[in-house]
Structure formats: C-alpha cells, structure tokens
C-alpha cells in the first residue's frame, strides 16, 4: 500500500510529461534507507522524505553522514507545512542516527526554503559513484547541515556511493 501511495504521490508532483525531459533522469540515485510520510488530517499521503545515512569522507577523512533526499509534496498540499514538518521527523531521525552532519542537494530556488531549518550552502565539491567511477556532482545546490558535528562549507565530501 506505501509503494502504490508513494507512486501516486510521485506521479501527482511529477507529471509523466513532464518528467520524461528532466535532465536528472541521467542521474543514478541511491535508494532511501528510510523515509518520513506525512499524512493529512483524512490519511491521505501528502508529503515524502527520503533519508539516507552513509559512511563517507571529508577531505579524505572518514565521516558518517546522513541525507535527506526525493522531497515531494502534493501541490494541492503546499504551503501548508507538510514537507516542513516530515523535514523536522528526518533531521530527529538523523540526529538519533549520530551522523556529524546532513547532506542534501536541491534547484536553486529551494536554498531559502532548507535555510530556515538550518542547512547552508556547501561551496566545496560533492563527490558520487556514477556507473563505477567517481565523479564531481554537478546537478543541483548541496547544503549541508551540523548535527553531531559542525557541518562543513567548503572542501570535498565524498559520498562513497550514489547521490540522493
């Protein structure tokens, strides 16, 4: 019953149309550990949050890091704090996990929206598994966000694996 709900939702905020030319579609993506769902006052699936945590590094060194990733709310559900709140159940979730920092790439447009729950802007360089090499991650803004330890603005984080 989650799958299918989780589709639909999926569906409702990305429209086949228009999904068949998104450009992250070249992107291979890990699958979510975990995941927050946030229902409405009738039950109804509203918002999803994919949660990721991983052993990576920070500029070589070993870190365990956690992610927040595939951030969906159904559009007639905006603006109403659904994604805020399955946001704040994810960053508990995390903190709970130990990882030093969180870690979640996004458009542009969405940066002030992270920024009131305390992620900033990472300007250093994000590192991925793409079909078995390493690579710089060019798709999106990365922010980053202290939780057990400061969270960095700058340097090389290395997932180890695939983006969320």
């Not at 990733?69 to 979730?93: I, N, Q, S, Y």
């Amino acid at each position: 019953m989650e799958i299918e709900e989780t589709r639909a939702l999926t569906v409702a905020v990305y429209p086949p149309e228009e999904w068949v030319n998104w450009h992250g579609h070249q992107v291979e993506w890990s699958k979510p550990q975990w995941s927050v769902r946030v229902r409405d006052h009738g039950g109804q699936l509203v918002s999803y949050i994919g949660v990721y945590v991983c052993e990576a590094t920070l500029d070589g060194n070993p870190v365990r890091i956690g992610g927040i990733g595939g951030v969906k709310t159904h559009p007639d559900a905006r603006g109403r704090g659904f994604a805020g709140r399955g946001l704040r159940k994810a960053m508990e979730f995390l903190t709970e996990q130990q990882v030093a920092f969180g870690q979640l790439v996004c458009e542009p447009h969405l940066i002030s929206y992270y920024t009131r729950f305390g992620w900033q802007e990472f300007s250093g360089q994000l590192l991925v598994r793409q079909r078995g090499d390493t690579v710089a991650f060019t798709f999106g803004r990365v922010m980053t966000r202290s939780f057990w330890s400061a969270a960095p603005i700058s340097g090389v984080i290395d997932l180890c694996g695939q983006p969320w």
